[in-house]
Structure formats: structure tokens, C-alpha cells
């Protein structure tokens, strides 16, 4: 974006602090979105973005918080610019906090690039399709809910499950086959404790993805507003590495519903009409400025893929946060407690989780022929399956027919070896395939109705093994 | 719309994409005005004295009290004319394409192409001579647009009441923006005539008078033709929470609704399902026609990330674009996904206009605003002297929050529309696509198409009642197995549910991306609807006779009922009266059995 007066100019007429807001007074030509400095009484800059401007009073929003500043010894300085990210490829394994000060000791950036933060949207007309598969090496996400190059999929889970390990598993094996493309790894923490923080460092260093990543983080102690930075921070640079240096990016934010949070506190401040659960109107598109920030552009190499956690408060889907997410990003993977009491891991719920770009993404030349009807096949079992399972906690197994009991303990089988796999168990597209098709092979062909009579041939276990 | 001496307002507040200004005096509601040193474009939404609040079609970043704000005298419209189809825009009609190629795959501010290219030559061809006498909406000449819209009307402005015509190309090669034609209004007013026009975008178009629809719009989804089928120039809703599939299912009718011009609206929805549409509609054949369909589709793609207000507009641009069309004689189909996200731009700005808020947050005015969207829906007699027919069919998909249908959006909506698919998350869970619910949905035009339907296929609303009831009856069975488990049924009530089973996986799913499932024509969804029944009435017989359902079941023609809906359109009529034959084998077979 433009900004015409590059002048910088500094105003002491601080006339109220609320919550993360400044209202600062007789601020004739500052432009709205501009980029603020504010020093406090003790010298220390903290910085914000001005929210709304008129020519008696100007609002601004502090990241780092107001608490400390006074009315009379805060200086404000209005610079004149958006709020940019030096960016260049010397980020790459670089950390920086969640405002992009680098936190890990190393030397400062040297910027290519100055970027402004919030982005333009990408046109519709200039989109590549995704159609990339990317293996993560998890059946459950590889089998019946493909990720593809430049999708954005999120991570729905609750408190007290496993989403972070099942990132990090991802995080440590997602590729894509046959190609020795520059990979990099984008990590977003927002308001995290050091515990998870550590938790993905460690991970990614133990993998050797830590040369290979940009990290961002925002602790649970650091100031609240500058979540709403962080994902900013990190897709900007994440644009710039795939549209201008070809890196394919794969895009980490956790936990989005701490931002979300942190856009509500500034709603309230601004005494904004709520929308549902406190949260300002606005937010579906406060949020689609961040998951749009997303995919792949015609005539460019490199892509943009998107993976956000973020934890359902009281595992409730209809929340706004998981609501308004779901309706923007392309599909959903359900962490499920059920799953997860019982000892599965990853507890990957497959029947409520969608990825809506699978249908291009799997395939001949892509996974395998068989993928679409097999997983067809495995989807239609198992729902049938987990239907049978509540009628039984009804009416007790004995009213069940022989075709009941046989969907019943494939249902069983499916969650035990399909879904269930080891934390550092890579397993490639043809091994999940295969696993399908061992556990379909308890069925009669008749059954298998998904599934074209071509295939059934060439891949049925009974078949396959005459053949060979 | 006179150019008067325009006088340049100052900006006094600014607060998101919203903008005060000082000075207007002779601003008029609706105006469009170029605001700040970039003069990016805004549009009047209210006036308080001689201020006004301007809500802007950009991002605002940058943009200070004290810049300019430039009036232009005119309403936000757009521009009509051959050159539409086949587009993609933004919600304030910028061509995407021609905005790639001045600002690269990232949109920039401030750029203002033409909607409509104008060097490029039509080939016009005159219908009219001079001294014709012509009226509002007459047709002066056709233009080849694109190869699915051969005459492309150019047509009498509707302001010009009456008039002669006093000069008029021959046929040839035109730009939209040379004169083709001058019209004699009498009193010294002479009009000259190209092939552009212009209109604003929340004004309805002005027509004869409204007519009945008893035709319908067929759509090869087997579930809306049969069951809930919606008339051309009728309005149906689509509410589905995330991942029911309304979008597929608005690809779906875009690609196959057997209507003359598709203007399809991203409102506020994903960036990569536009992407899709552009990258799949130039593939995919019109089963009628064999063309291209991208050629009689208009895009209108404001995607979630894009500014807010263009987004409100831009159902009106795909609106006023479509009543064009409707205006030559043609059968437009509209979609809008979502109009939910339409209902939350106007609730971000009266938001930011401190407005009193009702439901939820939304102005008080939503439901208003919605009704007079739907309504300038319908099939009327159009302006002009001949008498032409055109409709415009408008579905909108609704996007309800936790898919909770109480919602003010869907509320609304539902007061208005006609036809009511209600997309079920359960449904899609269990991946029945389309996950329309045949229990809760509706369509209001059922029975008076139903007369159409019986021109062609006689026992057609038979048929549909049958399928409709037993649905009905399945849902009270199953309850009746979820209390005291299957074995409490006769053989009479599992042959019902072995029915219904058999209609909702055999008939109802449909598979959008199988290539010989994804349209079904009426010929073979009529002829599937006669096999189930068959199947249904003469094995209810045998089950009369004590033969079991389980029996029946297992033959090997009633297991090929399963696979049917794969059998392509064209080869269906011959396989309809095999398998037909067949059933009658198997099944007198089984009779039979029990005799000897």
C-alpha cells in the first residue's frame, strides 16, 4: 500500500488509554493503517497500527500492550509507512519473536525486501489449482483426507489432545514424491506455553527441519495484541519465499484461537456491537486475511500451504472459531477425544474431516488408481460401521445379522491399523492403500459396491496374490 | 445525468473501508466518488447535511483526513455490451484478467481497466432500417458474443420512451464504443447508439410486465429435478453448514442448468474455488450443445480476502448483468455463494456506521435487503415492441453459522425464496452427495411443474409422490428399529426400507465428478425412477406370497439397480428396456420357484 508523507511526526497528546488502544489527540494527517512508534517514559519502543483516524483524534492499537504508558510521557510517533518485514532469504532457520525481533542471538536480518505486512489478496484469475499431492506419511490424512501443494487445512482438536505431536509428525515428513524441490518449513506460535514451544523446537531439531524453517513466537506470557502480528509476520515472509525465491512453503500456525481471542479484546476495547460469542462481525474476514494467504500462483514455482491448530473450546465444532474457520479453509482434521481415550494415535476422527481438494489431488500419476474408490469404499464401511456400533449400545449385539457383525469388526480393524500408526512411523501412499484393501478383503465382493469390478480385480488382496 | 460544476469534498474520519467526508453539498445517495490523493472508488450511503459517509470499494490503508474526496455525478454502475461472457471480475466489475496483467497475481489499488475491451471488433448485424419507428427495449441488431450466444441483442436504451430510427450501419465489424446507430426522439433530440450501455447496479431494469413459471429449469441433478424442482425465473436457497457441499452443488447447477447465460457470484467465499471454475468450465462440454460452457458464463469473483464493500456490491453488478441478458429473451441462471457473506459486509458497515443493530448484529434492514435482491428475480415480458420472454432464475447458497438454520440470514431468506434445499451435515458425513435433505426440503413450484412434467413423461409426478412417500415411511421404520431392533419388522416393512435404501444410494447420490453421472438427463432419471419402481410393486408381490426379501435381494439383476446411475445418458433408453427385462426374468423366476 502507498502512503504519500513519508514524514515522520511525533505527538505527546496521549487523551486516553484503553485496554490495547491509545486515543491519541489532534492528529490531523495521519493515515489510517499507518505504522506507529510509541516510547514510553522508561525509552522503551513499543510499536501499533492505527486503527482509525479523524482530524481531532487518531486510535492505535499498542502490540506490546499499554500497560506502563501514562498520558503525559508517552511519545507517539506516526512514521508514515505500513508496518513492513525485512525479509530475504536470510531468515531461512533464523527465530524471531512475535513481532519479528530476532530472539535466537544471531545476527540481524539484511533485508532484500520490506514488506508490508498485511499482504494484497492474490487474484482469483493469476490462482494455479492445487493439485500436488503431499504425502505426510499418515494414513489417516494421506488415505481419506489427501493434503494438497497450496491447500489450507486445519488441525480442529481440544485441549488436552494430541494436535502437537500430530503437527510435528507432519511437520517432520510431509513431501512431496518424486521431487527434490526447495522445502521449507514456516512455524507460527501464537501465545503457546515455553513447554509447547519447546516441544516443536526440539522436534524440529531432532529431524534437522530447524535449518530449514523460520520460526515465529509468540509465548502465552508475551503481550496478547501481537498475536495479531505473528501469522502476519510469518505469511509475509512465507509469500515472499515461495513467489519470489520458489521455496515450496508449508505454513504451521498454532494456536489460532488464542488470535481470535486477542481480535475480540480489541473489539471490546473499541466498544464494537459484538457479533456471536463476543467476537467482533468482522471476524470471518479478519480471518480470511490470514487463511487466503494461501496457495499457488500461475507461472510461479513455489506454494504456499497452510496448516492452523487450533483447539475447539469445550470440543464444540459450532463455536465461532472452528465455525468461521471451517467455512473458509479448504476442509477440516478432526482430533477426536473418543479416539484418543481409547489409545489411538493419531486420533484422527476421518468422518467429520474433509479435505475438499483431495479429488485432484490422488489419482493415476498422482497416488494410486485405486485411491478415490478405495477410500470411497473404506468411508462408506466405516461411517456404516460406527452407525451399527450406537444400535448395539441400544439393543445389544444378539438382534444383529452376520452382515452387521461383519462391518462392526472391520470398523474396529479400520480404527486399530489404519488410523492407529506410530509417531515416527512414515508410512508412504502405497502401504496406506495396501492396508485399505486388507481390511476390505474381510468383505464379499458383492459388498464392495464403491468399488468398480476393473478394480477390484487388479488390487483385491485375493486377486493380487494369484497373480504374483 | 447531468455534468454539472463538481466541487471536491475533504475527508474527515477514516475507519476501516469506511469514509467521512465533509463538503458534499451535491452529493446524491449512491453516488460513485473517487476518494483520496489515489482516487480509488467509493460510493455515497448516506448524507447528514452537507457531509456524507462513503463507503470504499479498496483497501483504505493510507488514506488520511484532509485528501479529497472527487464527486462524479454518477451511480455506481456497470457496463453492458457484448464482451461479458466469458469473464471473470471483481465485485465492481474490474476485469481480473486485464488487472493481472497492469498489477501481477497480487491485486493492487487504484487501477481502473474497462470492464469491456475496446479495440476489440463484434461483427454486427442490423436488423432495423432507417425510419423505423422504435421503442425502449427494441432490438436494433445482433452480435455473435461467443459460440453458445449467437445474438447478443443490442437493444434500444430503456430511457429512450420512443423514437425513429434516422441512421444505421450496414452489417459489419464495430468496436462496443463506435455509433451503429442514431435514433430521432423528436424535439431536435437526436441519440446516437453504440453498442455499450450503462446502468446502475442497484436499480432494477425495467421490464413489461411479470408472467407465470410453469417451465422448469432443468439442472441433471436427479434429487431437484424430481423431487424439488425450481422453475425458470424461481429463487431456492442452499443452506448447508461448512462441508455439505454448496458450492459443489452451485458448480454443479452453473454447469448444467439448461439455461441460456450463467452469472455465477463468488461472494466472500475461497480463492482456489474460483480458480477451479476457471480452470474446469473451459473443459467441460454443454451436454446440448458439445461447446465450451465457459462460453456462456460470467464470473463475478470477490473472494473472502478482498475488500469488504466491493463484496456488497458485487450480487448487484451479477445482478444488473443478468437482467441485461434477461432483456434480449434469454433464460439466465444466477448464483450467489454465499449470501451470508453479502449479510456480513452489510454488517461490518452499519457496524462502522454505528447504526442501531438487530439480530445478531445485523441492520435492521437485512431482510428488506434481501427480499429486494430475490425479487428482481422472475420471468417477465421484456421491454420492446415484439414480444420476448426472459427469466432469471437466482439460487443463492446461505452459509449459516454452526449450521444453525435459526439464524437471521437464513430466516430471511427463507421468507422469500420459493425453493428450499436443505444441504444436512449428517447427510455429507455419511458422504450423500448432494446431502440435500429429503425430509425437510421444499419446492413451492413442484406441482405446477409437475404439469410440464406429465407433457413428456406421464406418470412422472406419480413417480415422485412414491418416492416422497416412502421416505417418509423409512423415517418411521427406522425409528421403530432404533427401539426394538430389526427383528420386530415384517417382510413387508423390510422390502420399504430395502426400497428406500435402494433410492437413496441408487437414485438419490449422484456423483458430481463421475463423468456419466455427473448430468442425468430427465429421459434417464425418468427411467430410473420406473426401475425402482418396478423392482418396489412386483416384489411386493412375491413378499405377498412368503417369499423372502433377503431372496430377492441377491439377484443378480435387482444387485445391477446398484450400478445403473453409471451407465451413460445416451446408452440408457437401450439399457432401461434390458435390464427391465431382465428384472422380469429374475423375478418371475423367483415366483416360480415358490409355485414349484
Known amino acids: 500500500m502507498t502512503i504519500k508523507s513519508i514524514v515522520a511526526r511525533e505527538f505527546k497528546t496521549v487523551s486516553g488509554i484503553s485496554g490495547p ?37 487518531a486510535v492505535v492499537q499498542v502490540f506490546e500492550g499499554t500497560g506502563g504508558l501514562s498520558r503525559e510521557h508517552t511519545i507517539v510517533r506516526f512514521t508514515g509507512e505500513p508496518l513492513r518485514f525485512a525479509v530475504s532469504t536470510d531468515v531461512i532457520g533464523r527465530m524471531f519473536n512475535g513481532s519479528g525481533k530476532v530472539i535466537d542471538g544471531g545476527p540481524p536480518i539484511i533485508p532484500k525486501e520490506k514488506l508490508d505486512v498485511n499482504g494484497s489478496p492474490i487474484n482469483p484469475k493469476s490462482r494455479a489449482y492445487p493439485t500436488d499431492f503431499i504425502q505426510t506419511g499418515i494414513s489417516a490424512i494421506d488415505g481419506m483426507n489427501t493434503l494438497s501443494r497450496g491447500q489450507k487445512l486445519p488441525l480442529f482438536s481440544g485441549n488436552g489432545l494430541p494436535h502437537n505431536e500430530i503437527a ?16 521449507l518449513l514456516i512455524f507460527a506460535a501464537l501465545g503457546i506455553t515455553v513447554d509447547e514451544a519447546r516441544f516443536f523446537i526440539n522436534s524440529f531439531e531432532e529431524s534437522g527441519a530447524l535449518s530449514r524453517s523460520v520460526l515465529f513466537i509468540n509465548l502465552a506470557q508475551d503481550p496478547a495484541i501481537e498475536r495479531i502480528l505473528t501469522p502476519r509476520l510469518a505469511l509475509t515472509t512465507a509469500e515472499y519465499l515461495a513467489f519470489e525465491e520458489d521455496y515450496h512453503v508449508l505454513v504451521i500456525i498454532t494456536d489460532m484461537t488464542n488470535y481470535c481471542e486477542a481480535l475480540r479484546e480489541i473489539s471490546a476495547a473499541r466498544e464494537e456491537v459484538p457479533g456471536r460469542r463476543g467476537y467482533p462481525g468482522y471476524m470471518y474476514t479478519d480471518l480470511a486475511s490470514i487463511y487466503e494467504r494461501t496457495g499457488r500462483v500461475i507461472g510461479k514455482l513455489g506454494s504456499i500451504t497452510q496448516m492452523p491448530i487450533l483447539t475447539m473450546p469445550n470440543d464444540d465444532i459450532t463455536h465461532p472459531i472452528p465455525d468461521l474457520t471451517g467455512y473458509i479453509t479448504e476442509g477440516q482434521i478432526i482430533v477426536d477425544r473418543a479416539l484418543h481415550r481409547r489409545g489411538i494415535y493419531p486420533p484422527i476422527d476421518v468422518l467429520p474431516s474433509l479435505s475438499r481438494l483431495m479429488k485432484e489431488a490422488i489419482g493415476q500419476n498422482k497416488t494410486r ?89 487388479k488390487y483385491h488382496p485375493s486377486k493380487r496374490s494369484k497373480v504374483s | ?77 456497470v457496463e453492458l455490451g457484448p464482451g461479458l461472457l466469458n469473464q471473470i471480475f471483481d465485485g465492481i466489475q474490474r476485469p481480473l484478467t486485464v488487472l493481472e496483467k497492469d ?17 476489440k471488433k463484434w461483427h454486427f448485424i442490423p436488423i432495423k432500417k432507417v425510419g423505423d419507428k422504435v421503442i425502449a427495449g427494441d432490438i436494433l441488431g445482433y452480435v455473435k458474443e461467443s459460440p453458445l450466444l449467437e445474438r447478443h441483442a443490442i437493444m434500444v436504451h430503456p430511457q429512450i420512451k420512443n423514437g425513429q430510427i434516422s441512421y444505421i450501419v450496414e452489417e459489419g465489424d464495430y468496436t462496443i464504443d463506435e455509433m451503429i446507430a442514431k435514433i430521432d ?54 443452506p448447508g453448514g461448512f462441508g455439505t457441499g454448496k458450492t459443489v452443488m452451485q458448480h454443479q447447477l452453473a454447469q448444467w442448468a439448461d439455461a441460456n447465460v450463467i452469472v455465477y457470484i463468488g461472494c466472500g467465499e475461497r480463492g482456489n474455488e474460483m480458480a477451479e471454475v476457471l480452470e474446469r468450465f473451459p473443459e467441460l462440454k454443454d451436454p446440448r450443445s458439445g461447446l465450451p460452457l465457459i462460453n456462456r458464463t460470467i464470473l463475478i469473483a470477490n473472494v473472502s480476502n478482498m475488500p469488504i464493500a466491493a463484496r456488497e456490491a458485487s450480487i448487484y453488478t451479477g445482478m444488473t448483468i443478468a437482467e441485461y441478458y434477461r432483456d434480449m429473451g434469454y433464460d439466465v441462471a444466477l448464483m450467489a455463494d454465499s449470501t451470508s457473506r453479502w449479510a456480513e459486509a452489510l454488517r461490518e458497515i452499519s457496524g462502522r456506521l454505528e447504526e442501531m443493530p438487530g439480530e445478531e448484529g445485523y441492520p435492521a434492514y437485512l431482510s428488506s435487503r434481501i427480499a429486494e435482491f430475490y425479487e428482481r428475480a422472475g420471468r417477465c415480458e421484456v421491454l420492446g415492441s415484439d414480444e420476448r420472454y426472459g427469466s432469471i432464475s437466482v439460487i443463492g447458497a446461505v ?114 465428478y463421475s463423468p456419466a ?31 423372502q426379501v433377503s431372496r430377492i435381494n441377491s439377484l443378480p439383476s435387482v444387485q445391477e439397480l446398484g450400478r445403473m446411475k453409471f451407465v451413460p445418458n445416451e446408452e440408457f433408453e437401450a439399457f432401461y428396456f434390458s435390464l427391465l427385462e431382465r428384472l422380469k426374468n429374475d423375478l418371475s423366476s423367483l415366483a416360480g420357484g415358490v409355485k414349484g
Open chain 2, 103 to 119: 498489477s501481477g497475481f497480487f491485486i493492487r489499488r487504484g487501477i481502473y481497466p474497462n470492464a469491456l475491451p475496446r479495440n
Open chain 2, 517 to 547: 453421472d455427473s448430468y442425468c438427463d430427465l429421459k434417464k432419471n425418468y427411467y430410473m425412477m420406473c426401475l425402482l419402481s418396478y423392482f418396489y410393486n412386483e416384489s411386493k408381490k412375491l413378499v405377498d406370497s412368503g417369499i
Open chain 1, 21 to 57: 488502544l491509545l486515543f491519541v489527540q489532534g492528529t490531523k494527517n495521519v493515515a489510517y493503517g499507518e505504522y506507529v512508534e510509541i516510547v514510553a517514559q522508561d525509552g522503551s519502543v513499543r510499536h501499533g497500527q492505527v486503527l482509525e483516524t479523524s482530524f481531532e483524534m
Open chain 1, 168 to 183: 510435528a509428525q507432519i511437520a517432520r515428513q510431509a513431501k512431496v514424491r518424486k521431487t527434490e524441490e526447495k522445502f
Open chain 1, 369 to 457: 488408481e485405486d485411491h478415490r474408490e478405495l477410500s470411497d469404499q473404506l468411508y462408506y464401511m466405516y461411517a456404516e460401521g460406527r452407525s451399527l456400533r450406537e444400535l448395539v449400545a441400544v439393543i445389544g449385539e444378539e438382534a444383529l445379522t452376520e452382515r452387521d457383525h461383519m462391518y462392526l469388526r472391520a470398523a474396529d480393524r479400520f480404527e486399530r491399523e489404519f488410523v492407529s500408526q506410530g509417531r515416527y512411523e512414515e508410512r508412504s501412499i502405497e502401504q496406506t492403500l495396501d492396508i485399505g484393501w486388507n481390511i476390505l478383503s474381510s468383505f464379499p465382493e458383492s459388498e464392495l459396491k464403491r468399488i468398480s469390478l476393473n478394480t477390484i480385480q
Open chain 2, 185 to 238: 426522439c423528436g424535439n431536435n433530440n437526436v441519440v446516437e447508439v453504440n453498442m455499450i450501455t450503462r446502468w446502475p447496479i442497484r436499480r432494477p431494469r425495467p421490464i413489461k410486465r411479470r408472467v407465470s413459471t410453469y417451465l422448469p429449469l432443468i439442472t441433471g441433478q436427479r434429487i431437484i429435478d424430481a423431487l424439488f424442482p425450481i422453475a425458470k425465473g424461481g429463487t431456492a436457497a442452499i
Open chain 2, 399 to 512: 452459509s449459516p453459522p454452526g449450521a444453525d438454520f435459526s439464524e437471521p440470514v437464513t430466516q430471511s431468506t427463507l421468507r422469500v425464496v420459493k425453493v428450499f434445499w436443505a444441504l444436512d451435515t449428517s447427510l455429507a458425513q455419511r458422504r450423500h452427495f448432494p446431502a440435500i435433505n429429503w425430509l425437510t426440503s421444499y419446492s413451492l413450484y413442484k406441482n405446477d411443474l409437475d404439469l410440464w412434467f406429465a407433457k413428456y413423461f406421464p406418470n412422472w409426478s406419480v413417480l415422485t409422490k412414491e418416492f416422497m412417500q416412502v421416505l417418509q415411511e423409512e423415517e418411521e421404520l427406522i425409528e421403530i428399529v432404533r427401539l426394538v431392533g430389526p427383528d420386530a419388522l415384517s417382510e413387508v416393512q423390510k422390502l420399504i426400507l430395502e426400497y428406500a435404501r435402494k433410492i437413496r444410494e441408487d437414485y438419490l447420490m449422484q456423483h458430481a
Open chain 2, 1 to 77: 445525468m447531468l455534468k454539472q460544476k463538481l466541487k471536491f469534498g475533504v475527508i474527515k474520519k477514516v475507519v476501516g473501508p469506511v469514509v467521512f467526508a465533509e463538503n458534499m453539498e451535491n452529493i446524491t445517495m449512491y453516488e460513485m466518488v473517487k476518494v483520496g490523493l489515489d482516487k480509488i472508488i467509493g460510493e455515497v450511503i448516506r448524507i447528514e447535511g452537507n457531509s456524507a459517509v462513503i463507503q470504499v470499494y479498496e483497501d483504505t490503508t493510507g488514506v488520511s483526513p484532509g485528501e479529497p474526496v472527487e464527486p462524479t455525478g454518477l451511480l455506481l454502475s
